[in-house]
């Protein structure tokens, strides 16, 4: 008679909660800063200095994958964030409708400085844009790639604004989560000061 533990093949149940244990501890070492520095962000929560953000949270934070925006080939710009994406980084959208005004060119400028300032976290910060109507020359921002609409037949944009009259510069998380944006009327020392801050107290993208 053949032994029945000679003809097992699966794995037993005590090795099936070892593998479920190690998935949990992988995702929360994995995870877990980001889902904790976006916390502290949001609430101030361990935030000594009680350090406000200068931006205007998404509250709640709206997915990327819902704007239907699609890069140059035709691809989802969704498909560049998420927990499976191995270069997914943190990312600043310039978005604008109708004719690139001068409000939307200073946005453009903004987004680049402000990258640069972030020093050596710039390269976890990226940038694009949303110019349906782009200026004539972006050939100083070689690093802003230009997205457009993809199947959706009007992009709602988190915060109702009128991009025409109030372009946005938009920061969306590794994950593809809008999450915070800001008007003309934002300088760029706030959006350095948000966003060199939000580096400090993540530690994914």
């Not at 025409?164 to 009327?185: C, E, L, S």
Request: charged share 20%.
């Amino acid at each position: 008679m053949t032994d029945p533990r000679q003809t097992q093949t699966g794995p037993t149940p005590e090795q099936v909660r070892r593998g479920r244990r190690t998935a949990l501890l992988l995702f929360a070492i994995g995870f877990g800063p980001l889902v904790l520095a976006t916390i502290m962000y949001y609430t101030g929560w361990m935030n000594p200095t009680g350090q406000s953000n200068n931006g205007v949270l998404i509250d709640p934070s709206v997915p990327v994958a819902e704007l239907g925006l699609v890069n140059a080939d035709g691809q989802p710009f969704a498909d560049r964030f998420g927990p499976m994406h191995p270069d997914a980084s943190w990312l600043m959208l310039v978005a604008n409708e109708g004719p690139c005004s001068e409000a939307c060119q200073q946005q453009i400028y903004l987004a680049r400085q402000v990258n640069v300032a972030l020093g050596k976290n710039q390269d976890r910060m990226s940038r694009a844009a949303y110019l349906p109507e782009p200026p004539a020359d972006l050939s100083g921002y070689p690093d802003m790639p230009l997205l457009r609409a993809g199947e959706t037949e009007a992009i709602r944009w988190p915060g109702d604004v009128d991009l025409q009259q109030a372009p946005q510069i938009y920061v969306i998380d590794p994950f593809g989560n809008v999450m915070m944006r800001y008007g003309p009327a934002m300088d760029g020392k706030a959006i350095l000061e948000d966003l060199k801050h939000l580096m400090k107290i993540s530690q994914i993208g």
